[in-house]
């Protein structure tokens, strides 16, 4: 080769190198410059250039370095790279809602993002460090963030009792438990009762095949489009126990057949006093004296009925029995009589008490019911019925498992069906890939799949044997909270470990008392050491904080101490001895450790006393603008005309101390009264009792007050 | 030769500057209404519905539990204890009364209570109940239901582009 050709050469060679060096150094910068260009680069550089434009930023940078931050918190499987966007997150400068996203701070919550992460509540893909995929669904990654909407479903996760600062899933948990959810699905944290729906071994001795058929095609609660709950064509804000089923006509005609063939146990008429059926029998008026009775009973304490008033007709009463308005036209008017003197008899699981009827009451009541509760239309659509041959209701059981009738409803030789729906215990951590959405047309996420199966289960699924629920939207996103916080086992051991469970709560005292209790079931309004409803006032401490006289007194007649209440204690014609026994028990075992009756002497307490406690009460403290005492005074606390026989002397010293140590939660506020502002309060308050007139003056106005 | 070198350059190029082979995330539509923490029906309009954030939602919570007896027409509880107080509490959305009123002097009147501040003795002080953040609490969801709406006080912004 002549050193000519060689110099070509090298100059070719050279020029190759050259460019090729060019496009090496080239292709490596390109990884720099795209890091240097990183989304969560923009984001540090852009939270820098805002800490500067502030007055605090070498506050706000003193913990700040380019680079991702994690928090990694192995025991839990979090591995969070959160906070390199959202670098504001615990500076609690920034919690104003000027700062921009993503800078904000969190709201102040009880736990600490070092300690917990973000995905362990917010969901999401911790370890990701591009906005879209850290937040939303992509084909690796598949847990989208929840919505701040439904938030409260992570503290669900963790906290499976009752949380104060998550309303929302309380409510969601609650009706889940309300509308029996648990008959056919299984639920975590939420136990299946024993009883769900009425007992159905003796319906036939109860209902008439035509009042079953009718309740089957159209339940009596109803809910519009608009979520509009109606019974017996009156609006009511509660919710409809029995749902709405789609049946065929020939599966109401079978399933009617069956159930009113169930007549294991018999009706044996009760055989009133011929001395009070001899004296009512011909009064014109039994039906209003009836009426009259069953006000003062308070019957509608548990129940509602359809009252008119001012030309408005609207249900008024409680929710835990059923609603009466028509009652007439279901009953046999045996069975209500055989029924009202024992419900424990034909229901062993009835929440209805035993109440101490004399024969005329319950001629009286039963008579009103059977007369005035009445619709004589009521049936006036249903078909001609004949009476059930052998195979309509050998058609009519095969049906009532078919639909899974056994999974609320108890019938003597038919076992539960439990689990008859799908295992919801895991729902809240489902992938969209597990659900099925049918031909409906909803975006495809969890939070959509769940309400649409709830508002219409056929949308996703035609062949949907669940029945139709209408919500409204409130309570919609409420119960969509407490299942999507139903997530399954937790996924690693640290947090097993954080699990704070349900505390479960039983009170079933032994003996005499808890004799009483179970008949009287004092437990389905009162609550009993954690245990029980919360209609009516808890019961924990009633021994430390009444007088017994007073509670033997109002045990026999009792009369609201709460004008706000548009509910009252029942009258169960309590006998004297009964009452002293009740009293007896809660004074002695009814205690709570806050008080103590040996460090106050009822003695000491002298008119001066009263006379400052009465100027404190009026003048500088007006306590009047929540109690009431004489006719005079507000709504909230409980009307104090009667405290001196009502409360003891300890209670109301350690109440004026500090309400929320007695009773957690109480909304009496607490003040900052001196020891001897407290004696001169205690000491008037023993004084206001009720004088003759005024006594005789409550005791006529009871009864016809609501 | 050049131009294959060329292709060659501008082809790594371009597949080193795409994102490789990657699948788009898919953003899920959301309702605004589901994006608040929580909702307060207006209370003259109950199918207006104010977002509340978290803030104004713990004040709700102990709204209805401490405030609604006397500073709303209608509670849980079935009547409202509002008339029987004198002179007559202010509704908590009453904008009129609660906007010019600064977030201070709120605080104080709710810790301390109404003989405190001049005003009547019948609004108990809540400091020993209530904690500040509640009661910080509370006064953003006043500030969040009040009608006519409330202003926050006109503060300097910060010199500062987001981009």
Redesign the interface.
Same mark, same amino acid.
């Given at each position: 080769m002549t050193p000519e050709e060689m110099g070509k050469v090298s100059k070719r060679l050279r020029l190759g190198f050259a460019v090729s060096s060019v496009v090496f150094l080239a292709v490596l910068a390109i990884s720099p410059v795209k890091d240097s260009l990183r989304e969560w680069r923009r984001y540090e550089r852009s939270y820098v250039r805002y800490a500067e434009s502030r007055p605090d930023t070498k506050h706000l940078l003193a913990d700040f370095h380019y680079q991702i931050d994690q928090v990694w918190i192995p025991d839990m499987n979090v591995v969070d790279r959160c906070t390199t966007c959202h670098q504001g997150i615990t500076q609690p400068s920034l919690a104003d809602a000027t700062v921009p996203q993503p800078f904000r701070a969190h709201p102040p919550i009880p736990h600490r993002v070092k300690d917990w992460g973000c995905v362990i509540c917010h969901r999401g893909q911790g370890p990701a460090t591009e906005v879209a995929e850290a937040h939303e669904t992509t084909l690796a990654w598949e847990r989208p963030m929840l919505s701040v909407h439904f938030i409260q479903a992570s503290c669900g996760v963790c906290h499976r009792g009752e949380l104060t600062e998550a309303p929302q899933l309380n409510r969601g948990r609650q009706l889940l438990a309300e509308l029996n959810c648990a008959g056919c699905h299984r639920l975590e944290g939420i136990e299946r009762p024993t009883m769900l729906g009425p007992d159905l071994t003796n319906v036939g001795t109860k209902d008439s095949r035509e009042w079953i058929y009718k309740w089957l095609k159209e339940p009596r609660t109803l809910t519009d489009s608009n979520g509009n709950v109606t019974v017996n064509g009156y609006e009511t804000e509660e919710e409809p126990r029995m749902p709405h089923f789609r049946l065929s006509d020939r599966e109401i005609r079978s399933l009617s057949a069956y159930l009113s063939s169930l007549k294991a146990k018999p009706v044996e008429p009760y055989k009133f006093d011929p001395r009070v059926v001899a004296m009512w029998e011909k009064k014109p008026d039994l039906a209003d004296q009836g009426e009259v009775r069953f006000r003062q009973v308070f019957c509608t304490t548990c129940h509602s009925i359809a009252v008119t008033r001012a030309g408005e007709t609207k249900l008024i009463g409680g929710d835990i029995g059923p609603e009466l308005t028509k009652v007439g036209s279901k009953v046999n008017p045996d069975w209500l009589v055989v029924w009202l003197r024992d419900p424990q008899g034909y229901l062993a699981h009835a929440l209805m008490p035993r109440y101490e009827w004399s024969d005329e009451d319950l001629y009286m009541v039963t008579h009103y019911i059977s007369a005035r509760l009445t619709d004589s239309d009521l049936l006036s659509d249903v078909p001609k019925l004949e009476p059930a041959n052998s195979e309509e209701i050998q058609a009519g059981r095969r049906m009532f498992l078919e639909k899974g009738c056994a999974s609320c409803h108890v019938v003597e030789g038919i076992p539960a069906q439990k689990d008859f729906g799908p295992d919801l215990s895991a729902l809240g951590a489902k992938n969209v890939s597990q659900l099925e959405f049918g031909q409906s047309k909803i975006p495809r996420t969890l939070i959509a799949y769940v309400q649409a199966k709830i508002t219409d289960p056929f949308s996703v699924n035609p062949a949907a044997r669940m029945p139709q629920y209408h919500l409204t939207p409130s309570d919609l996103d409420a119960i969509s909270t407490a299942l999507l916080g139903m997530t399954g086992p937790p996924s690693s051991p640290g947090l097993a470990r954080l699990i704070v469970p349900a505390t479960p709560a039983a009170y079933h005292p032994a003996g005499t008392f808890g004799d009483l209790y179970e008949r009287y079931k004092c437990y389905v309004c009162h609550r009993f050491n954690g245990f029980g409803g919360t209609l009516a006032p808890d019961l924990s401490f009633e021994g430390s904080r009444a007088q017994r006289q007073w509670i033997v007194d109002f045990l026999k007649n009792p009369q609201t101490l709460r004008p706000t209440l548009t509910f009252r204690m029942p009258q169960f014609n309590i006998p004297e001895g009964e009452a002293q026994t009740l009293a007896d028990y809660l004074g002695t075992v009814m205690q709570s450790p806050g008080v103590n009756p040996a460090k106050v002497d009822a003695k000491e307490f002298t008119p001066q006393m009263s006379g400052l406690g009465k100027q404190l009460y009026e003048v500088k403290y007006q306590c009047q603008s929540c109690h009431t005492i004489g006719s005079s005074g507000g709504y909230v606390g409980p009307n104090l005309s009667n405290a001196g026989n009502w409360l003891t002397p300890a209670w109301i010293e350690a109440w004026l101390q500090n309400p929320q140590a007695l009773v957690p939660g109480s909304i009496e506020p607490r003040r900052a009264l001196t020891g001897e502002e407290i004696k001169a309060l205690t000491a008037y308050l023993l004084t206001l009792k009720p004088s003759g007139a005024a006594k005789a003056g409550a005791a006529a106005g009871r009864g016809g007050a609501r | 030769m050049r131009a294959r070198?060329g292709l060659f350059?501008i082809a790594? !190029?371009f597949l080193? !500057?795409t994102p490789a082979c990657r =699948?788009?995330?898919?953003?899920?539509? $959301?309702d605004p209404? !589901?994006?608040?923490?929580?909702?307060e029906p207006d209370w003259n309009d109950p199918q207006k519905l104010t977002p509340l954030?978290?803030?104004q939602a713990?004040g709700k919570?102990v709204f209805y539990?401490?405030c609604v007896?006397?500073h709303a027409d209608a509670?849980p509880?079935?009547? $409202?204890?509002r008339s029987?107080?004198a002179p007559t509490p202010p509704l908590a959305n009453d904008g009129a009364t609660l906007n010019p009123l600064s977030d201070e002097f709120m605080v104080n009147i709710i810790t301390l209570g109404g003989?405190a501040m001049g005003k $009547?003795?019948?609004?108990?002080?809540?400091g020993?109940?209530l904690s500040q =953040?509640d009661i910080r609490a509370v006064i953003a969801f006043y500030r969040a239901i009040a009608q006519p709406p409330y202003q926050s006080p006109a503060?300097p912004?910060?010199?500062?582009?987001?981009?």
């Open positions: - | 070198i350059l790594t !190029l080193a !500057l =699948e788009k995330p898919v953003a899920a539509k $959301s209404a !589901l994006r608040a923490y929580d909702v954030n978290y803030q713990q919570r539990t401490n007896w006397c509670t509880a079935g009547p $409202s204890n029987n107080v003989s $009547s003795a019948m609004m108990p002080p809540w020993r109940t =953040e503060r912004a910060p010199a500062y582009a987001s981009k």
